[in-house]
């Protein structure tokens, strides 16, 4: 899929069409999607028409019938699968700079939040809010953007009112 220059055509849209999404659902209250990589996987799947997209849609309907089942699965219960998760996110912390600190920490917080909160983005949130707190605090906020200190401000407004 990628063009002669080994880049993806069309990105940008591909791009703002999964923020979009992500933004939406957050607004809506529920888990952010993540349009365009699950696009993606299920491309590289061999899913490559609107038939995939309408199975996806009719199994995602079953589920509203058996979410209350769902519901009975005790938070606890989830735990393994979130560490199956961080350690699938592991490989990630190979690309960190781990000369300096003020990457580390963050990092370590969100991997080590993850699995002893139950929640991903509880886990994320924590990174948020470390990596602003650990900037600030060693003089480099200038290398901390705009939307990162947004982003922390909300986390710290969440964990604040809950």
């Known amino acids: 899929m990628l063009d002669e220059r080994g880049r993806l055509p069309r ?3 591909a791009l703002v069409a999964d923020s979009t999404a992500t933004i939406a659902g957050a607004a ?6 993540t349009s365009y990589i699950e696009s993606a ?21 079953a589920c509203l019938f058996l979410s209350p089942l769902a519901g009975t ?16 996110m592991v ?13 580390v920490a963050p990092a370590v917080i ?9 929640s991903i ?6 990174g948020f809010i470390t990596y602003v707190a650990v900037k600030v605090l060693a003089g480099r906020h200038h290398e ?7 982003l922390a401000a909300a986390f710290v407004l969440k964990f604040a009112l809950l």
């Open 73 to 88: 699965i005790p938070a606890y219960a989830t735990a393994p699968a979130l560490l199956f998760v961080a350690c699938l």
């Open 28 to 33: 809506l209250g529920t888990s952010t999607t």
């Open 144 to 150: 901390v953007g705009p939307a990162i200190y947004v």
């Open 41 to 61: 996987a299920g491309i590289n799947a061999g899913g490559r028409t609107g038939l995939t997209a309408i199975t996806v849609a009719v199994l995602f309907l």
């Open 121 to 126: 983005a509880s886990g994320i949130g924590f």
């Open 91 to 103: 490989r990630g912390l190979a690309e960190i700079d781990w000369d300096d600190i003020t990457d």
């Open 11 to 13: 990105l940008k849209k």
């Open 110 to 118: 969100a991997a080590i939040a993850m699995p002893l909160t139950f």
